[in-house]
Structures are given as structure tokens and as C-alpha cells.
């Protein structure tokens, strides 16, 4: 009998499942109608932000709670897939959770998690140097095919603060086609976007990338589809709960079923956006096409956190160096320390997420990204330092002319350029006395013997040939049982991507020179003619001796400090530039004091007083050198809040020119930006206006449109040109003849604290004849990695190894309007890799001399794989000839003999 019943119960349930299965095979039969010829592909993801309102702990824990949510969804639901960007998410989870990292690594497998974004975090692309974003990419789909056997095929950045011109070029060298993005869209929906060296990349972009699903999903194909008539539309629609949220939600899901399964609706369904994008692509005729940077939104993320941006620069300075020298010496035998150098790289671009190099974080966040920039600072100076000292120990010095300094120069260019050198020294330098250690902690406490307008302050300087160097000692102080000093000199043609050595003889007086100073408001040097105003310290006047022309506008004074106060009524205060409900000179001077007028340099310092906060302002004019640089000691106090306006500092420039055009350096490229809402004469497109209009105020024509750039900017009428270099500061702005360098912010949200304390900010000008592609991008290279000049190590040890000469050139690059990046080993062959870029729009012929003579030469992406398409390049001996097209990003895989 439990035979014949169970036979019974067997059948019922099998009539059960036939009947439930006829069913569904009905309702997907009645489905298909006039509007099922459109579809929404469902993206399941969770937008995770790095460090926001929480701290590098929590964003650990965060990712791992979210993945796991996300596998429980995947077992549950066998059509749900997810996708999910940078490889710092997976790499969380592999460190916190390994079992939950090899489900995941099934489910990459089986194409229902999918890989995106190919970056380490979904990182600023405006901020970031262009070999810092390379890295990024290298670092993270170099993990994803490692741990999962593929690729990243789409860029992923939802959530960013604007997008630069490269990027499209970027995503192809880093094996990607697609993009996918929500802010600052010149088009909705699907575009083709296009780099300036021609890379395309199919683009989507739409409101958000955490969008809910309800009833009226339908609308998304009105907002981003394609609405020609006739057309079959499509679009991608992502959706869940972001950050802490666990993506999907069990309602979003069931919701997904449910309009799927509704008649007279259009087709809804869980897809890949791999998928979406393949599909799109075949249907995009009509579709529109952009060409290059698509702005600007949260401009007052460009300055917003000193600390963190000044920690940004310099890692990404420090690591370049320490890349060149370890560079050098893996071609001459030792171990490349490939693993440190990497593991700083990747603090570097996990801090470059867009909320945490952009400084909208909260305090506690903020500080964590400034403690991990100490950190990089600490080690990448130390791996640097090492490499440098074993090259510098192997140079063969003369004897008797004094002590040896080894300079570098890290560029494959030759060039012109100051050298500062640190000596020590067991007596104090002839020419000054210098002051005790307690009152001189910054080696600034020392006077010139004798009558200080005969430039006194000076020592000998030779080089091996016996050529003598007019020096100056800019720095003294006790260090017992001696002395450390700082010195200065121009050099007029210092060796390309090589090093110098120099004799220094503190015991002897140095070259002398007539004093730049002409009067008591007054300088000549070899470039200019300059007038200064000695009760505020600004240039009133400044005449370029080579074209006569005159930069400052008639009234005006250069570098005058402003305090713009926003609007403490202003929301998201971080992020935006406010409301400026006033505007104020910095003008309460305490002292305006000629500090220096030696033979290479004058400085004029000024002390300058606002509300709480102090301004130590050094201005340092080279008698022949064409540089005006300001050395900023910035003590600032200022804090904003809902009872008071926030305080915004800029240094201002007033420049004489009538109709100027203003380019701005940018990651690989150099773009031109509008000037009061206007881009060559006609009204700029909106993708180059503000993106957030706050309180009405249209930023371009009332108070200046703020923009991102790297190491410089430049206005220029084409005849004659103005750059302003900086260091360290990334917010400019052009208005009504003004150009101007945002310093410090305020802010006040979500970090109240966002900058109190000590800060040091170094900027200067340079102007120049033609336009910016006259030496500006070389200076602003000079200016930020200046050559690396120090001591050997100690000569009381034998030194039969030392056979080096005392100059040598090993890198060296003929090409002009080309230049160099990058210089590193390769992450997996005996190559050294360098990467250049082509900048002035030109087909170029150039020319790369090597260390050694050359056994191969390969074009590489990203990736460090072979790019398989027509290259040409000639070898010989160690020399090579290369074509590279205009605006190309190359990077080289070198294998040396």
C-alpha cells in the first residue's frame, strides 16, 4: 500500500509541475507585443565609496558585507547578475573572507558577476597625474586577470566629478570598449565618445548607478534610449543599494520578475552590460559623437583638504623618482624592488578614489588618507634614496677641489636649470655667519659677512672640466659637530636623463656679480625689468627684455592675496564653490623685508595677516633664470560652519592681455578651457560650463569658471605667454584678466576641520615668448622634479668599484613636443618600460637613446602586452628612431642588451 500511495503522490506532483510549467511557457507566449520590441537590460550593483563617511576599516568590512549578500542572492535567484568595479573590493575580500573570494571567482567564471571598471578604485581622473591613472589600470586588471582569468571590458565610473580628455585612449590601452557614467553627460543615453588621438569608445550614460526598479521603468527608455522613430529601442538600467546597501534588494528583484512577465511592457530582463554594450554598438547609427573633456561639476574639490592633495603630488613625484633610479640600477645588475614600488602604487590610487582625493570625506577619513600619503612619503624616498647613493657611490671624483655633489636630472632632456645642493661641512662657511640652533631650526638664521649689496653670500663651485658656477648659500644652520648648507646655481645645459657632478669649496668665496637690485623698488636680471610695491611686496610692473612686453595689467600687482567668503547658507560645501557673498584683499601687512640679494637670486619677503591666519610670503627673483617663484608658509586658522561664511584664498595674477586664449595641462594632454563662458570667440559648449549651479549664480560670467589642471596653466595671445606653475594645487581660474591659483578652503561638510595648521605651498610664473609649446611643459616638469642633487656617500671608504665619469647621459629623447612619463622594469619580462606623449597634435619622428645598445623594442599597452599593429621604429646601436601619431599615449617594452 505505501507503494501504490506513493506512486499516487508521485504522479500528482508531476501533473503539478507539467500544468505550473505549461503555465509559464503561456505567459512568456502572450508577452511578446508591439512594445516588447524595446528592452531595459537590469544591472544588478552596489556603488561602493572608499572611505567616504567612514574610514578605511569600515570600508573593508563594508565590502566584504556586501559581496556577501550579494552570493546569497546568486544562489537564490539563478538569473540575477551583478556587476561590480575596482579591484580594492576584491582585494578586500581575498584578504578579509576566502571562501566568499572563491565564490566569487565562480561566479566571475559562470558570466554572472561581472568584473568593471579595470581601475583600482574608481578613482578622479582631474587630479591624478596620467601615469598615476595608468598605474591604476595596470595594478587592477593585472589582479582581475590573475584571480579570475579575464578582463575588465567596460570603464565604470558613476559617480565621478567630470572626465578628461584622454580617457577614452586610457580604456583601449587598458583592454576596454565601453564606458559607463552618470555625471557631466554631453548627450543622453548612448554616444561614441572620442579621444584627441582618435581611441572611440562607446559611452552610456544616464541619471545615477544605483537607480530602484518600479512600475515606471518604462520611462527610462524616453530618458536614455534612442527616440528616432522606428527604432527598437534599448537601455541599461543599474540598479541597487549602494555603499553599506548590499546592492539589489529582494524587492528590486521580484520587481525585475514582475515586469518582465507583464504584458504591453517592454522586455525587462537581468543581463550582463557587456551584453548591453555589444548589442548597442550594433545599432548606433545616427548616434552622436564627442570629442574630448566632458566638465565640470564639485569644482571646490580641486583645492578642498590641503594635506591630502600636497600628499597625492608628492607620492607621485617621489614614485617617479624612485622608478628612475631603480631603473638604473636593475640595467646595471641589482634586485628591482618591484613588489615595495607596487605596494605603494596601490595606496597611491586607492587614495585617488573620488571622494577621497577630491578631500569630500569626513575629518576621520581625511585623516587616514593624509597618515597613508606620510607613509608613501616615507618609504618612496627610502627606495629612492638607496638606489640613488649606490649610483652616486660608483662616480670617480677628483681630489682637492672640494666636496662632491652628484646631480640628476631626471628627464631625457638636456636643459637649463637651477641646482640646489645640500653640503655638510665641519666649518661654517666663509662668506656667512650662521646663526645658533636655537634660533635657527630652518636654516634661515644667517648674514653675509661684510657689506650684504655685494652678494657675499656665495662658495665655490666647479665642475670637473674646472668650469666655475656663480652659487649662492640659500640655507645655514648648525648641525653639530658642523654645518649644513644649502646651496644654488644655474646650470645652462645640464645632460638629459643623467647626472653631473659639481666640487663644492665652503672654505672658498664663489664667483661674484653685480646685484640684481636697482633700487630700493627695483630689479634687472637678465629676462626682466621689475618693479615692486614695498609696502605690499606685489609686482606692479614686470617687462620681458626679449619681446618688451609688459604682463602686468596697468594698476595691478601679481600675487596679490584675496579672500573669497562663501555663503555660509551654501549646501555640500566640499564639494562646491558656494555663493561669494564678499570678496576681500589680503592687506593687513605686518612686513615687506629684502631677505636675500646674492648673486643668483633676490628674495623679497612679506608678511601678510587675515582674520585668524598668518601668510609668510617668499618671492624669489633669479638674476638669469626666467623663473618668478613664491615659497607660501601658510598658517591657517580659518574654519566655516552654518553661522559663518567659509573663507577661500587664491593668489591673483592681473595680466595685460586683450584676447588671450587659456590652456590648462591635464592628464596626456593640454586642453583649452573657456574664458568667461566663451571658448574662441564663440559661447563654450555645456560640457565646458558648470554642471551644478548653486543659488542661482552662473559661475562662468559672475565670479570665473574654477578648472582642474596638473602641474600648470598658461595664457597666452600667442606672441607672448604667462604660465603659473604649481607644485602642489590643482583649482584655477581665468576672469576678466585676472588668472588665479586657489591655495587653501575652508569648506566646512562633511569635515569642519578640513585644513588648520602649518601648510607650505610653492608656485611660480614664467613667462615666455609663442605660446605654451614653448618650453612651459619641460618648466613645469623642472619645477615639480628639479634636479636631485646630494653627497655621495662617505669618500673615507675604498672606492676601487667607483669608475663612473664624472657626467654621463643615459636617457636621453629628441623629439619636440614629446615627452617622457614614465620609466620603470617590466612587471613580467627582462624590459624596461617608458611611456611618452605626443601633446602638440603632430605626427612625430623621434629619437630615444638607451643606456645600452637595444635587442628589441615593442609597442605595449597598459597592460604591458603587445599592441599588434603597424609600428615603426629603426634600431641602432643603443639608439632608436620611433613615429609616434598626434596625441598618442606609447609605451615602450625595451629589452636591452
Request: with cysteine.
Amino acid at each position: 500500500m505505501k507503494v501504490h500511495y506513493s506512486k499516487i503522490i508521485l504522479s500528482v506532483i508531476c501533473f503539478l509541475v507539467l500544468s505550473v510549467s505549461m503555465f509559464a511557457v503561456k505567459e512568456q507566449q502572450v508577452l511578446p507585443t508591439d512594445a516588447k520590441k524595446d528592452t531595459i537590460h537590469i544591472v544588478g550593483h552596489a556603488h561602493m565609496d572608499m572611505n567616504w563617511l567612514w574610514t578605511y576599516f569600515e570600508t573593508m568590512k563594508m565590502s566584504n558585507d556586501n559581496l556577501r549578500q550579494v552570493i546569497a542572492f546568486m544562489d537564490e535567484f539563478p538569473d540575477f547578475t551583478f556587476i561590480q568595479s575596482q579591484a580594492s573590493v576584491y582585494r578586500f575580500v581575498e584578504q578579509v573572507d576566502p571562501p566568499l573570494f572563491e565564490r566569487l571567482k565562480e561566479y566571475v567564471k559562470s558570466g554572472r558577476i561581472e568584473l568593471a571598471g579595470g581601475m583600482w578604485t574608481e578613482s578622479d581622473t582631474n587630479l591624478p597625474s596620467g601615469e598615476a591613472l595608468s598605474r591604476s589600470f595596470l595594478l587592477a586588471q593585472k589582479y582581475f586577470q590573475k584571480h579570475f582569468g579575464r578582463t575588465a571590458k567596460i570603464g565604470w565610473l558613476p559617480d565621478n566629478f567630470g572626465h578628461i580628455s584622454q580617457y577614452p585612449q586610457m580604456l583601449k590601452l587598458s583592454k576596454m570598449d565601453y564606458f559607463y557614467f552618470s555625471r557631466c553627460k554631453p548627450y543622453n543615453g548612448a554616444f561614441w565618445w572620442r579621444a584627441p588621438d582618435g581611441s572611440t569608445v562607446l559611452a552610456f550614460g544616464n541619471e545615477h548607478g544605483n537607480g530602484t526598479v518600479t512600475p515606471d521603468l518604462k520611462n527610462e527608455l524616453d530618458k536614455w534610449g534612442d527616440n528616432t522613430p522606428g527604432v527598437n529601442r534599448r537601455v541599461m538600467h543599474v540598479t541597487g543599494v549602494g555603499d553599506h546597501g548590499g546592492g539589489p534588494t529582494r524587492e528590486n528583484i521580484n520587481m525585475v520578475h514582475q515586469l518582465g512577465n507583464t504584458p504591453d511592457y517592454p522586455v525587462v530582463k537581468f543581463t550582463s552590460a557587456l551584453d548591453f554594450f555589444k548589442k548597442t554598438a550594433k545599432k548606433m547609427d545616427g548616434r552622436p559623437t564627442h570629442t574630448g573633456e566632458m566638465q565640470f561639476i564639485f569644482e571646490g574639490c580641486y583645492t578642498t583638504s590641503s594635506e591630502i592633495k600636497s600628499g597625492n603630488r608628492n607620492a607621485e613625484t617621489n614614485l617617479f623618482a624612485g622608478e628612475f633610479f631603480n631603473t638604473l640600477r636593475w640595467i646595471n645588475g641589482d634586485r628591482y624592488p618591484k613588489a615595495e614600488l607596487n605596494d605603494l602604487w596601490e595606496v597611491v590610487v586607492f587614495n585617488q578614489f573620488h571622494d577621497i582625493l577630491p578631500g569630500s570625506a569626513i575629518y576621520e577619513a581625511n585623516r587616514d588618507a593624509v597618515a597613508r600619503y606620510t607613509e608613501v612619503e616615507r618609504k618612496s624616498k627610502e627606495i629612492k634614496d638607496a638606489a640613488f647613493f649606490r649610483m652616486a657611490d660608483e662616480v670617480k671624483f677628483k681630489e682637492g677641489l672640494g666636496q662632491p655633489v652628484v646631480a640628476y636630472n631626471l628627464f631625457p632632456i638636456n636643459r637649463k636649470t637651477i641646482v640646489e645642493a645640500t653640503v655638510w661641512s665641519h666649518e661654517e662657511p666663509v662668506s656667512v655667519t650662521v646663526g645658533p640652533w636655537s634660533s635657527n631650526f630652518y636654516g634661515l638664521d644667517y648674514t653675509s659677512k661684510g657689506d650684504p649689496k655685494e652678494n657675499m653670500a656665495t662658495v665655490l663651485v666647479r665642475d670637473g672640466k674646472g668650469n666655475e658656477y656663480t652659487a649662492q648659500i640659500v640655507f645655514s644652520k648648525p648641525t653639530p659637530p658642523g654645518y649644513t648648507t644649502k646651496i644654488q646655481f644655474i646650470d645652462e645645459n645640464f645632460p638629459a636623463g643623467g647626472y653631473k657632478t659639481y666640487y663644492v669649496d665652503v672654505a672658498n668665496k664663489g664667483k661674484q656679480s653685480k646685484s640684481i637690485m636697482t633700487g630700493e623698488d627695483s630689479f634687472e636680471t637678465d629676462f626682466y625689468n621689475i618693479k615692486f610695491n614695498p609696502k605690499t611686496g606685489g609686482i606692479t610692473s614686470l617687462v620681458d627684455k626679449r619681446s618688451n612686453k609688459e604682463y602686468v595689467k596697468q594698476g595691478g600687482e601679481l600675487n596679490k592675496l584675496k579672500m573669497y567668503l562663501e555663503d555660509k547658507n551654501g549646501g555640500m560645501k566640499s564639494w562646491l564653490i558656494n555663493k561669494v557673498v564678499d570678496i576681500q584683499d589680503v592687506d593687513s601687512i605686518e612686513s615687506v623685508k629684502i631677505i636675500e640679494t646674492g648673486p643668483v637670486r633676490a628674495c623679497v619677503e612679506t608678511v601678510k595677516k587675515w582674520g585668524k591666519s598668518k601668510f609668510l610670503e617668499r618671492m624669489y627673483i633669479y638674476k638669469s633664470y626666467p623663473r618668478i617663484q613664491y615659497d607660501m608658509e601658510i598658517h591657517w586658522l580659518e574654519t566655516g560652519d552654518a553661522q559663518n561664511d567659509s573663507p577661500m584664498l587664491r593668489a591673483t595674477f592681473p595680466l595685460n592681455y586683450d584676447d588671450p586664449d587659456f590652456f590648462n595641462q591635464v592628464p596626456y594632454y593640454v586642453a583649452q578651457r573657456p574664458i568667461d563662458g566663451k571658448i574662441n570667440g564663440q559661447d563654450a559648449p555645456a560640457w565646458l560650463k558648470s554642471q551644478y549651479k548653486t543659488h542661482e549664480v552662473d559661475s562662468e560670467l559672475d565670479w570665473g569658471q574654477e578648472v582642474p589642471a596638473q602641474k600648470w596653466v598658461d595664457v597666452t595671445d600667442g606672441k607672448s605667454g604667462f604660465a603659473l606653475l604649481n607644485k602642489t594645487r590643482y583649482g584655477h581660474s581665468y576672469h576678466q584678466g585676472e588668472l588665479r591659483l586657489t591655495l587653501m578652503r575652508a569648506a566646512g561638510y562633511p569635515d569642519i576641520y578640513p585644513n588648520l595648521g602649518k601648510f607650505r605651498v610653492s608656485y611660480a610664473i614664467y613667462p615666455h615668448e609663442g605660446d605654451w609649446k614653448n618650453g612651459v611643459w619641460v618648466e613645469g616638469d623642472d619645477f615639480n622634479t628639479p634636479v636631485e642633487a646630494n653627497e655621495p656617500p662617505s669618500l673615507a671608504l675604498v672606492k676601487k668599484h667607483s669608475t663612473r665619469p664624472e657626467s654621463q647621459s643615459f636617457f636621453s629623447l629628441e623629439g619636440k613636443g614629446v615627452y617622457m612619463t614614465g620609466l620603470k622594469k617590466a612587471e613580467n619580462t627582462e624590459e624596461i618600460i617608458i611611456r611618452l606623449v605626443e601633446v602638440e597634435g603632430d605626427h612625430k619622428k623621434l629619437t630615444l637613446n638607451l643606456p645600452k645598445d637595444i635587442k628589441s623594442i615593442r609597442k605595449v599597452n597598459f597592460l604591458e602586452e603587445t599592441i599588434n599593429e603597424k609600428f615603426d621604429v629603426k634600431v641602432k646601436g643603443n639608439s632608436s628612431t620611433i613615429t609616434i601619431k598626434p596625441h598618442e599615449i606609447l609605451t615602450l617594452g625595451v629589452k636591452l642588451k
